[in-house]
């Protein structure tokens, strides 16, 4: 059975540190997808990244990058000089052949100016 | 705004019944998500239509069920409810890259 695990269950951090995000999945599948969502405070979900088990290039964009190491099951999400409407529920996911979808149990990033 | 509008906002009901939550995805999108978030459950998948069809099932119960209409706007339909069916129902539209959500459909069982 898939599983998504974040271990962190909430960080707080100051304005302009950077943060990591872990999340450690499970899947005995070879071809799966990660993802990673973010709920403001507002409710509304926004998808950040889908990341397929093939690709292992980190991503960048902006202020936020992705590590995806699967000798280790991990895809870590770092926002870099955090700002206040960082401030969210992350959630990570995994998608396995079966289309089916787990998520993670989320990480509360509290980010104060 | 994602341009993914779902309908209704809110909706209170009583145990036992049944009601369906509307989704209208983006102008092109030929997929639809459905998810629920739930404090008890968390975030989970229910279902997945691609143009019409059933593309991906999650966990969702029996007593859902789902569509996708000629003109890609998807219906969940949720029946005889429990008071644990109380629930942020999301919806989502994708194009290759990107998934855009909905703002939810709050759901309170009585």
């Known amino acids: 059975a898939q599983k998504v695990t974040q271990a962190q269950t909430e960080i707080s951090v100051v304005e302009k540190e950077d943060v990591t995000l872990d999340c450690v999945y499970e899947?005995?599948?070879?071809?799966?997808?990660l993802f990673w969502y973010k709920q403001p405070p507002s409710g509304e979900l926004v998808f950040l990244i889908r990341?397929?088990?093939?690709?292992?290039q980190n991503e960048i964009s902006g202020r936020y990058s992705w590590n995806f190491q699967k000798s280790t099951s991990s895809f870590n999400f770092t926002i870099t000089a955090s700002q206040v409407v960082d401030s969210a529920v992350y959630f990570c996911?995994?998608?396995?052949?079966?289309?089916?979808?787990?998520f993670g149990a989320g990480t509360r990033l509290t980010v104060k100016p | 705004d994602s341009g993914v509008t779902q309908t209704p906002k809110h909706l209170i009901t009583a145990t036992g019944q049944r009601v369906t939550l509307r989704c209208s995805p983006r102008?092109?999108?030929?997929?639809v998500y459905w998810y629920q978030q739930s404090l008890d459950q968390g975030l989970q998948f229910l279902i997945q239509?691609?143009?019409?069809?059933?593309?991906a099932k999650g966990n969702i119960l029996e007593r859902f069920s789902a569509q996708q209409f000629p003109d890609l706007h998807s219906e969940l339909n949720l029946s005889s409810l429990e008071l644990g069916d109380s629930a942020l129902y999301f919806c989502?539209?994708?194009?290759?890259?990107?998934?855009?959500f909905g703002p939810g459909t709050r759901l309170l069982v009585l």
């Open positions: 989502a539209s994708s194009d290759q890259e990107t998934q855009y």
């Open positions: 899947t005995r599948d070879t071809t799966y997808y």
């Open positions: 990341r397929n088990s093939f690709d292992e």
């Open positions: 996911a995994l998608s396995e052949e079966d289309d089916d979808m787990r």
């Open positions: 102008s092109g999108d030929l997929s």
């Open positions: 239509y691609y143009n019409g069809e059933e593309r």
